[in-house]
């Protein structure tokens, strides 16, 4: 059975920084893509980020690119999201999901194509 649970929320100031984790059991990221998604109170989801454990390069959403870096590390079955420069509009609920790829290089900013997610953890960012 595939669980993935995140870590790492907190309430912060403007300008700070997280890191958020998400790890999983039940399967191995190299045969899975990761991908981060985000929903604000009465907002839709939103995509973040997503990579492929295969060639490890990754996909982000304008909104965070240059703040946001996305990594996994198989040895600890985590994957990562490193957030800078926090802003009040990053305020969210942060899911992580697992898309099987077989091993391929791929990932997606389509949440629809993943196969399992966590259950969330709130970011708060406010002064």
């Known amino acids: 059975q595939v669980k993935l649970v995140e870590s790492g929320g907190d309430l912060v100031q403007p300008g700070s920084s997280l890191t958020l984790s998400c790890t999983a059991s039940?399967?191995?990221?190299?045969?899975?893509?990761a991908g981060w998604f985000r929903q604000a109170p009465g907002k839709e989801r939103e995509a973040i980020s997503c990579?492929?454990?295969?060639?490890?390069?990754?996909l982000y959403a304008e909104p965070v690119k240059g703040r946001f870096t996305m990594s996994i590390d198989n040895a600890a079955d985590t994957a990562y999201l490193v957030m800078n420069n926090l802003q009040p509009e990053d305020t969210a609920v942060y899911y992580c999901?697992?898309?099987?790829?077989?091993?391929?290089?791929?990932?997606?900013?389509?949440?629809?194509?993943?196969?399992?997610w966590g259950q969330g953890i709130q970011v708060t960012v406010a002064s």
């Open positions: 999901a697992a898309l099987k790829t077989a091993g391929l290089e791929y990932c997606t900013l389509d949440a629809n194509e993943y196969d399992y």
């Open positions: 039940g399967l191995v990221w190299s045969y899975y893509a």
């Open positions: 990579i492929s454990d295969s060639d490890n390069s990754a």
